[in-house]
């Protein structure tokens, strides 16, 4: 475990091994000099890990040679501030890359790897999946891969006589595929308890508690290193246009378009300028259609996104993506809460700690609601 701001108590606990990771040994924690961790709510999450490299008495980088960096190797990365443990990543290492150098003390080792879903991509399935409604079907496949999953339900179980889902693809890309038909986002992210994984299948969850606030023009209270940047597009917003055919009379059905499926965060909701024309759609049922609406509106609505750097140590945790947090110092018209769409810890140990914080965040428009 390595003292990242000891003064602060924030601390580094690198977890590795090839089924139950445990503590790294200690020429791999003398040897890393920086870590990076992204985690987002629409790309698979990821780490990289910087070592630096020095050969032996056999003239060869001994590290290269360590069990404990083998491709395929579980990696949690673990920040613990005072008493409270927060787990960045559970993940697996998929690539090397190794950086010689003329140097003495020059050479590096870049340590890549994925977060734990991974392992539902490397192997594609042929299967059908009759009589089975698309949350059912994912439900059993992270029960069966040993995840706890956090599934929400939906409604539409076609019979074997209208249709069967086939799958020819791995378990990771159906299940990304069935989330982008009903308008879902999916990952895995670590519980509190690390090697314990949740997946996540459902719609972008703005219900949550609200994270500590990001504060910014507020004296001591101030915890981003510098002003929060915000942009507004107005042309970002997009009104989809759905048209269908009634089957006996051939006549067209225009679909109504909800103005959104998601919690307004604004008290100002941005209006489409702009309209898409759905060009596929003509043969769906009314309700396919309706879905179909409500995922297009979905997907074009948040106009407003801002970005900024935040002092861990002034924040006091982690801030976490796929979460609401507040924003504060701003002014009423950017102020109030925000989906947090990404975040990425970039992790130092030498020459000296540091530890910074970016984030991307966005919501529908304009105004703090409270």
């Not at 190794?98 to 790897?113: A, D, I, R, Y």
């Not at 192997?123 to 891969?145: F, G, R, Y």
């Not at 106009?303 to 982690?318: F, H, I, N, P």
Request: hydrophobic content about 40%; some cysteine.
């Amino acid at each position: 475990m390595i003292d990242l701001i000891s003064i602060f108590g924030i601390r580094l606990q690198l977890l590795i091994g090839p089924n139950v990771p445990r503590p790294a040994p200690y020429e791999v924690m003398e040897a890393l000099i920086g870590l990076q961790v992204t985690n987002s709510d629409s790309e698979r999450d990821g780490f990289q890990m910087d070592f630096m490299l020095g050969k032996d008495a056999r003239l060869d980088y001994s590290l290269l040679r360590s069990d404990a960096l083998k491709i395929e190797n579980q990696v949690i990365i673990i920040l613990i501030f005072g008493t409270l443990p927060q787990v960045l990543i559970n993940g697996i290492i998929t690539k090397h890359q190794v950086e010689p150098s003329n140097k003495p003390g020059g050479s590096m080792l870049h340590v890549t790897g994925e977060d734990i879903s991974v392992k539902l991509d490397m192997k594609e399935q042929n299967a059908t999946h009759a009589n089975q409604s698309d949350s059912t079907i994912v439900k059993k496949m992270l029960t069966d891969a040993g995840f706890i999953p956090q599934i929400e339900e939906t409604t539409d179980t076609p019979s074997d006589r209208e249709r069967v889902v086939t799958q020819q693809c791995s378990n990771l890309r159906f299940i990304q595929k069935l989330a982008q038909r009903n308008g879902f986002i999916f990952y895995i992210e670590p519980s509190e308890i690390p090697g314990i994984n949740r997946a996540y299948w459902g719609k972008e969850n703005r219900k949550l508690p609200s994270q500590p606030a990001l504060m910014m023009n507020m004296g001591p209270l101030t915890n981003v290193d510098e002003p929060i940047n915000f942009s507004f597009n107005a042309l970002g917003p997009v009104k989809p246009e759905i048209t269908i055919l009634n089957p006996f009379t051939k006549q067209p059905i225009e679909v109504p378009i909800p103005d959104s499926v998601l919690p307004s965060l604004s008290s100002q909701p941005a209006t489409p300028l702009r309209s898409k024309v759905s060009r596929d759609a003509a043969n769906l049922s009314f309700a396919q259609a309706l879905l179909k609406a409500m995922i297009g509106a979905k997907t074009a609505s948040d106009a407003l996104e801002a970005s900024g750097q935040v002092d861990v140590v002034r924040y006091g945790r982690a801030l976490r993506s796929r979460q609401l947090v507040s924003v504060m110092g701003a002014g009423q018209t950017y102020d109030g809460d925000y989906y947090v769409k990404k975040v990425t810890h970039n992790i130092k140990l030498l020459p000296k700690p540091d530890y910074k914080q970016s984030f991307e965040l966005r919501r529908d428009g304009r105004g703090a609601i409270l």
